[in-house]
């Protein structure tokens, strides 16, 4: 059931497009420390996700790993993207060309199987959910349940669009 939820791209309704950015500009205010949580809950509940980042891969305390550099420096590319797709949400082709960028980066230059998406947006949702939990309504959690489907569904479009292979 669960797959075939997440292969299901539902559409964003405008109030939810709305939710999404009302609760995005709270979490974009704090961007680099959001976004170095996600990346280091990443790591830690999906620490095979580490084998792609030679500059953090043997890192296993939490501690270092917020530290790094190079960690906080992914987190902000990590959460500018999604800035990008959050402010371009009416604008479908915008959207889908940021998407595909990335997907289209990590599939030939990076290697990335397309699975670790699926589970970055999950840990990105439990972040926000855990972080924002007042602002977080059931309305907010179902936009953006939607929303990280919509971002899976792009990036492994552009992945199939280049072929790729594990």
């Given at each position: 059931m669960e797959i075939e939820r997440w292969e299901r791209s539902e559409e964003i309704s405008e109030a939810?497009?709305?939710v999404i950015q009302e609760t995005w500009?709270?979490?974009?205010?704090?961007c680099e420390d959001v976004g170095v949580s996600i990346l280091i809950?990443?790591?830690v509940n999906f620490p095979s996700a580490k084998q792609y980042f030679s500059q953090f891969k043997h890192m296993d305390d939490t501690l270092e790993m917020e530290r790094s550099l190079q960690l906080r420096k992914h987190a902000q590319r990590v959460m500018g993207a999604i800035n990008t797709v959050v402010?371009?949400?009416n604008d479908p082709e915008k959207v889908s060309s940021?998407?595909?960028?990335v997907g289209?980066?990590?599939?030939?230059k990076h290697k990335v199987e397309p699975v670790y998406f699926k589970k970055l947006t999950g840990v990105m949702l439990e972040?926000?959910?855990?972080?924002y939990g007042n602002d977080f309504t059931p309305e907010a959690h179902g936009a953006w349940t939607k929303m990280k489907t919509?971002?899976?569904?792009?990036?492994?479009?552009?992945?199939?669009e280049v072929g790729w292979a594990p």
């Open positions: 939810e497009k709305k500009s709270r979490v974009y205010a704090n809950r990443f790591f402010e371009n949400l940021v998407l595909a960028l289209k980066a990590h599939a030939l972040v926000i959910a855990e972080v919509l971002i899976y569904n792009h990036v492994t479009a552009a992945y199939k």
